[in-house]
């Protein structure tokens, strides 16, 4: 395969790029535990867009894993996690936002930077805003969940260098929040760079 694009995204920056049918992106967790939230739209029609709950339902399975095929909300295949050498990746836990940012942490939070904001910025040069934000995949953020349903967002199982590939089943615009969060241990409070590369 030959690279197309080999980029790294800042600490707490948004990306978008477009990945085309039967390329294949690869993320790296540049420095680890660092999440990647991501949204995944048709590039054809984006009303066509990643759907947590199909692809849940579809592999009966909370996690994402090598093999995991990423479902649209019409149901069809977007991309496939062709590789991965993290144990599992999250899909349930959502994005950050200034607005969450204070409930969980205080008023004092409200100014710092989110995910939201970097989605929103990276969709506005498509013409998309809030109503076009669904629940996303947050790659190697570590968000177990124990036997009586709850949820956590506790240190990370990723590594430094640990990746994640993705072959696109269709054309894709793919949208990315490198997570500027620094209250929880989802980026092991220290945000920082990751890479992507696209090779077709
Ligand atoms: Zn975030």
Same mark, same amino acid.
């Given at each position: 395969?030959?690279?197309?694009?080999?980029?790294?995204? /800042?600490? $707490?920056?948004?990306?978008?790029?477009?990945?085309? *049918?039967?390329?294949?992106?690869?993320?790296?967790?540049? #420095?680890?535990?660092?999440?990647?939230?991501?949204?995944?739209?048709?590039?054809?029609?984006?009303? #066509?867009?990643?759907?947590? *709950?199909?692809?849940?339902?579809?592999?009966?399975?909370?996690?994402?894993k090598t093999g995991a095929v990423l479902l649209s909300n019409?149901?069809?295949?977007?991309?496939?996690?062709?590789?991965?050498?993290?144990?599992?990746?999250?899909?349930?836990?959502?994005?950050?936002?200034?607005?969450?940012?204070?409930?969980?942490?205080?008023?004092?939070?409200?100014?710092?930077?989110?995910?939201? #904001?970097?989605?929103? *910025?990276?969709?506005? $040069?498509?013409? $998309?805003?809030?109503?076009?934000?669904?629940?996303?995949?947050?790659?190697?953020?570590?968000?177990?969940? #124990?036997?009586?349903?709850?949820?956590?967002?506790?240190?990370?199982?990723?590594?430094?260098?640990?990746?994640?590939?993705?072959?696109?089943?269709?054309?894709?615009?793919?949208?990315?929040?490198?997570?500027?969060?620094?209250?929880? /241990?989802?980026?092991?409070?220290? /945000?920082? /760079?990751? $890479?992507?590369?696209?090779?077709?």
């Amino acid at each position: 395969m030959t690279t197309l694009l080999d980029t790294v995204v /800042p600490a $707490r920056a948004p990306w978008s790029a477009v990945v085309r *049918q039967g390329d294949v992106l690869t993320i790296v967790d540049l #420095e680890g535990n660092q999440a990647v939230d991501f949204l995944l739209y048709a590039l054809a029609d984006d009303a #066509e867009r990643y759907s947590a *709950q199909d692809t849940i339902a579809a592999q009966g399975n909370i996690f994402l894993k090598t093999g995991a095929v990423l479902l649209s909300n019409e149901g069809r295949p977007m991309a496939t996690v062709t590789a991965t050498n993290v144990a599992y990746h999250d899909t349930i836990g959502g994005a950050c936002s200034c607005e969450s940012n204070t409930l969980r942490y205080g008023h004092h939070t409200k100014s710092q930077h989110a995910c939201v #904001e970097n989605f929103l *910025q990276a969709n506005a $040069r498509h013409d $998309r805003g809030k109503r076009d934000m669904v629940s996303n995949i947050n790659w190697f953020m570590n968000v177990p969940v #124990e036997a009586d349903g709850a949820l956590g967002i506790v240190d990370g199982i990723s590594a430094p260098g640990l990746h994640v590939d993705l072959r696109a089943e269709m054309d894709l615009v793919v949208v990315v929040s490198n997570c500027p969060q620094i209250n929880n /241990p989802c980026n092991g409070f220290n /945000p920082t /760079p990751v $890479r992507m590369v696209v090779a077709g």
